[in-house]
């Protein structure tokens, strides 16, 4: 595997850890949860169309997780179902 396959697999490890991380009580999450369930799957990560990338762009991204933030240590923001 080179370093652009290398940097995409991290990438996309990171990005699922966040999204596996996400409380499904959380009253924010839960209008996303079909997204969300979806994106769980690591294997929903693999060859991802454009329709999976806005997706995830448009309905993922910006939900709350319970995930350590990589690299600062700084303790996931809780807004509510905690």
Known sequence: MGPEENLAKSLADGLHADVA????????????????NRFRDRAAWENLDKVKRDQLEN????????????????????????
């Not at 991380?21 to 969300?36: K, P, S, T």
């Not at 309905?59 to 905690?82: I, K």
């Open 21 to 36: 991380a996400m409380n499904r009580d959380n009253f924010i999450v839960r209008g996303h949860l079909e997204a969300v």
């Open 59 to 82: 309905e993922v991204a910006s939900l709350p997780s319970q995930a350590r933030h990589r690299g600062t240590g700084q303790e996931p923001c809780p807004v509510g179902g905690e």
